[in-house]
């Protein structure tokens, strides 16, 4: 999946390439509603310096929203939330010996004053941190509030669409 080639307004960062099987759904959905991006491997125990520069380098460089995806210990989101006031939505990434409710944990117990935008663990969550941001994005901008509410109306329609295999 290629990034955008327009200036990027999100930023997807994720902790490991192993993320991105997970990640890769912000991607999609960003995709989806036209909206520019980039993602990348910042690792915040393995690339600690790459880590500070990211945020503190991201706003002047257009990037309206972060979405960090991290496994475990998953410091990135809180660390990148620290670093700069752009809103930092995060995504805890299902990790090998207790799925990812290590990370749900991690990522949603921020102390007061520096706030992380959790959402659920793995493929939902990514793609749901996309289209906040696509949410947040839309404050600004008419023509994306309209396909955004287009998708709601497409979902309410497959939901009623829905038949059940009941026996006669
Ligand atoms: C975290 O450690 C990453 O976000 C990933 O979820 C996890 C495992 O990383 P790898 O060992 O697969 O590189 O930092």
Not at 7 to 27: C, E, F, Q, R, Y
Not at 62 to 79: E, F, N, T, Y
Request: glycine share 8%; charged share 20%; hydrophobic share 45%.
């Amino acid at each position: 999946m290629a990034e955008c080639t327009k200036t990027p307004l999100v930023g997807i960062l994720m902790g490991s390439n192993s993320d991105w099987d997970v990640m890769k759904n912000a991607a999609q959905m960003l995709k989806d509603f036209g909206v520019p991006f980039e993602a990348r491997v910042v690792s915040a125990h393995r690339m600690p310096d790459e880590m500070f520069e990211y945020a503190e380098k991201a706003a002047e460089r257009g990037i309206r929203v972060i979405i960090a995806g991290a496994g475990g210990a998953a410091h990135l989101p809180g660390m990148l939330a620290a670093k700069c006031t752009l809103p930092v939505c995060g995504v805890p990434v299902p990790s090998k010996y207790l799925r990812g409710v290590d990370s749900l944990h991690s990522i949603v117990q921020m102390p007061k004053g520096v706030p992380v935008a959790t959402f659920a663990i793995g493929e939902a969550g990514a793609a749901n941190a996309a289209l906040y941001a696509c949410q947040i994005l839309a404050l600004n901008d008419p023509e994306l509030s309209r396909r955004l509410a287009d998708f709601r109306i497409a979902q309410n329609a497959k939901a009623r669409a829905m038949t059940l295999p009941l026996e006669t």
